[in-house]
C-alpha cells in the first residue's frame, strides 16, 4: 500500500544539526512532488518545503530559508531534509507528504506518521 | 504571502449536529483549497480538495463550497468520530499556507 515513513528525528543542541529521512513505498515517487510540513508541540500546521517530482525546483518558508535543504533519491525511493543551524523555535513533528498533482506544490493526499525533533540544550 | 484566517477555533456539538467552519484567504484562491483532518497523535488526513471534491473513502457527510474568497466546510450531521481539529490549506501560491485550526468536540 502506499506508505511514508519518516525516521532521524531526535533531541539536538541548538546550533546543532540532523538530517530526516522520508522512506516511499506503494507508488511511483519520482512522479510526485514532495514536501516537509512541520508542527510544533500544541500549535498548528506550518509547510517548511517542497521538491519537485525530479528535483529540479526547491521551495523554502522564510523561517527555515538557508538553514534546511531539501533533496531526493530516486533510485532509494527517498526523501530528505538537511537541517542545519537548528534553533529551539524548530522543535516539532516533522511530517513529509506526497502532492498528488501540480509541479511542486498542491494539496497533500498521503502522508506519514512523522518523527519528532527537540532542539534543547 | 497568502493569509487563512480560520474561524471558530474551537467549536463544541453535539451529534447529530450540523457543524461549519469557514476559511477566509486574503486574496484570490479561485478554488485552490483543500481540508485536512488530524485526530491527536495522528497526521493530517485529507478530507476535501478542489474546495469541494470528497477525497475516496471519506464519508458524504463532508462537503466544502466557496463564496468568494471565503470557504467553508460543513459536517451535515456530527459524529463521535469526527472529534478532531480540522485545518484549511491553500494551494494558490508559494509558500503554501493553513488556517490556524479548529478544534472540534462533541458537547
Known amino acids: 500500500q502506499v506508505q511514508l515513513v519518516e525516521s532521524g528525528g531526535g533531541v539536538v543542541q541548538p546550533g546543532g544539526s540532523l538530517r530526516l529521512s522520508c522512506a516511499a513505498s506503494?507508488?511511483?515517487?519520482?512522479?510526485?512532488?514532495m514536501p516537509w510540513v512541520r508542527q510544533a508541540p500544541g500549535k498548528g500546521l506550518e509547510w517548511v518545503a517542497a521538491?519537485?517530482?525530479?528535483?529540479?525546483?526547491?521551495y523554502y518558508a522564510d523561517s527555515v530559508k538557508g538553514r534546511f535543504i531539501i533533496s531526493r533519491d530516486t533510485s532509494k525511493n527517498t526523501l530528505y531534509l538537511q537541517m542545519n543551524s537548528l534553533r529551539p523555535e524548530d522543535t516539532a513533528v516533522y511530517y513529509c507528504?506526497?502532492?498528488?498533482?501540480?509541479?511542486?506544490?498542491?494539496?497533500?493526499?498521503?502522508w506519514g506518521k512523522g518523527t519528532t525533533v527537540i532542539v534543547s540544550s | 504571502d497568502i493569509q487563512m484566517t480560520q474561524f471558530p477555533s474551537s467549536l463544541s456539538a453535539s451529534v447529530g449536529d450540523r457543524v461549519t467552519i469557514t476559511c477566509q484567504a486574503s486574496?484570490?484562491?479561485?478554488?485552490?483549497l483543500s481540508w485536512y483532518q488530524q485526530k491527536p497523535g495522528q497526521a493530517p488526513k485529507l478530507l476535501i480538495y478542489?474546495?469541494?471534491n470528497l477525497e475516496r473513502g471519506v464519508p458524504s457527510r463532508f462537503s466544502g463550497g466557496r463564496s468568494g474568497t471565503d470557504f467553508t466546510f460543513t459536517i451535515s450531521s456530527l459524529q463521535p468520530e469526527d472529534i478532531a481539529t480540522y485545518y484549511c490549506?491553500?494551494?494558490?501560491?508559494?509558500?503554501?499556507?493553513f488556517g490556524q485550526g479548529t478544534r472540534l468536540d462533541i458537547k
Open positions: 507528504a506526497r502532492v498528488r498533482f501540480g509541479q511542486l506544490y498542491g494539496y497533500m493526499d498521503v
Open positions: 506503494g507508488f511511483t515517487f519520482s512522479s510526485y512532488p
Open positions: 521538491i519537485s517530482y525530479d528535483g529540479s525546483n526547491k
Open positions: 486574496q484570490d484562491i479561485t478554488n485552490l
Open positions: 478542489d474546495t469541494s
Open positions: 490549506q491553500q494551494y494558490a501560491n508559494l509558500p503554501i499556507t
